[in-house]
């Protein structure tokens, strides 16, 4: 099997990302497989965390636009046996400030006549940051997670999924280029009033835990929805809450049409200030970053799929092609109140 796809997304936050996606993925003995995945993240940005903290041009007075690559390399061995399945995957991934590397360690077993899976997820990440033009930076952190989670079939038409996810976090967990301007009065280094620019420093521990439920059932031969909802909970007292809907439409056995739709909102960190006071110089944590202030989103997705018999040995071709305008609201964030983002993916996979 081979498959590739462009996943492209702009947004009103003078942010483009464009991240095309490799994939080859082939059977070394009856039961055992091998996956090789490339991602490449090329973006450009001139955001609002740019023109806070960015060199500025020669007039002073346009910040200049940044672009970064990051690429990344993921390998899988999968081993199935009856009622049990194993795999193994290891990721790397570089950028010219950022260095990571970890793996995943994931198993599922069916029983009940294959009715009921269960499935436990392990997985470690070793991150390297560093900053540009500054050579003498050097912070990690380090990602630990599990998650267990079962699947339950009710009927023929029916099935339901819930999980429990564990995630921690220790190192840096700041970013390396955001300020935070005491005293401004849009909380950056560039705001009117601000009497002090410090680098944002946001707690070095981050334990969270997700609760994750999902329904899926067929409706006719034609016809099939799904619902689901996530609720998420860290130590630094940020909350979410994430609401899923999807209906789809196959109108014949090759091609499929799915609308899905996502609303979330989140509260704000217990450390988050839209502002911060100029005497608030003996705080021990400031951000101003927006994703960590109290925000909702509303994202739309349309996905068409098409499947295409290329000969008579089985050999397919499958076509699918997603577009989602996607709309963000902050409510306590000095700079911005609002971003308009707009997604659009092609993806082909080839089945040999």
């Known amino acids: 099997m081979a498959g590739s796809s462009v996943y492209v997304r702009t947004d009103s936050d003078q942010t483009t990302v464009i991240a095309p996606r490799l994939h080859v993925g082939a059977p070394v003995a009856d039961s055992t497989r091998v996956d090789l995945v490339y991602t490449a993240d090329v973006w450009t940005s001139a955001s609002i965390d740019i023109r806070s903290s960015a060199s500025k041009t020669v007039d002073q007075k346009v910040p200049k636009p940044v672009t970064e690559q990051r690429d990344e390399v ?42 009921t899976t269960l499935d436990l997820r392990l997985n470690f990440t070793f991150d390297d940051v560093g900053r540009a033009g500054d050579r003498s930076f050097n912070r990690n952190v380090r990602n630990l997670g599990a998650r267990v ?78 619902l689901g909802y996530r609720f998420y909970l860290d130590s630094w007292n940020l909350s979410s809450h994430t609401a899923l809907a999807e209906l789809s439409y196959m109108p014949s056995t090759t091609l499929m049409f799915a609308v899905r739709y996502r609303f979330y909102l989140q509260g704000a960190a217990k450390h988050y200030r839209k502002t911060y006071e100029t005497t608030a110089t003996d705080l021990r944590y400031y951000t101003n970053d927006k994703e960590l202030s109290p925000l909702s989103s509303h994202r739309l997705a349309l996905d068409i799929e098409k499947e295409v018999e290329l000969d008579d040995r089985g050999h397919h071709l499958t076509v699918v092609l997603s577009i989602a305008p996607s709309f963000y609201q902050f409510t306590n964030y000095a700079p911005l109140t609002s971003i308009n983002a707009f997604e659009a993916t092609l993806a082909t996979v080839l089945k040999l």
């Open 74 to 115: 993921n390998a899988t061995l999968t081993q199935e046996w009856n009622d049990v399945s194993v795999s193994a995957t290891y990721r790397y991934s570089h950028e010219y400030d950022y260095v990571s590397h970890g793996g995943t360690l994931n198993g599922s077993y069916a029983l009940a006549e294959k009715s």
């Open 149 to 226: 989670g079962f699947t339950q079939l009710l009927d023929t038409d029916t099935f339901v999924q819930g999980a429990y996810e564990l995630m921690s976090a220790h190192g840096f967990n700041s970013s390396a280029y955001r300020y935070v301007g005491l005293g401004s009065v849009n909380g950056l280094c560039n705001g009117e009033g601000m009497k002090h620019c410090l680098l944002e420093s946001n707690p070095t521990e981050r334990l969270r835990h997700a609760l994750v439920a999902n329904l899926r059932r067929a409706l006719g031969e034609h016809f099939s929805f799904g």
